[in-house]
Structure formats: structure tokens, C-alpha cells
């Protein structure tokens, strides 16, 4: 997504009071959870369209 794609989104996100969130679920054994790595470039993405990033771990 471009720059001007980005403001663009911003710009009806605050419009429309609209929300973004991103949810990241992991289901694993207790012992056996796996390595989670977020690239730079989708941090930065998130972060510039203001969205809340979560994380909900299922361990057994």
C-alpha cells in the first residue's frame, strides 16, 4: 500500500469512525509455542494507519 493509499485510509477511517485491528491467534501446546515474528514493514503499515495489533495465545 502506497503513501497516498495510506492517507487516503486514514482519512476515511476518521471520517466514517471507523477502527482497525489486527488480530494475531495462536493456538499451541504449552511447551510448543512457535517463534512469532512480525515483518518491519507490517508494523510499520499497522502503525500508520493508528490500528490496535492484539494477540490471543491458546495454549493447552
Known amino acids: 500500500m502506497g503513501f497516498s493509499q495510506q ?3 486514514r482519512y476515511l477511517r476518521e471520517e466514517y469512525n471507523l477502527h482497525a485491528d489486527l488480530s494475531v491467534r495462536v493456538f499451541a501446546a504449552s511447551n510448543d509455542l512457535p517463534e ?3 515483518p518491519d514493514g507490517s508494523v510499520a503499515f499497522w502503525a500508520s494507519v493508528g490500528a490496535t495489533v492484539s494477540f490471543d495465545f ?3
Open 36 to 38: 512469532l515474528v512480525l
Open 7 to 9: 492517507l487516503e485510509y
Open 58 to 60: 491458546y495454549l493447552d
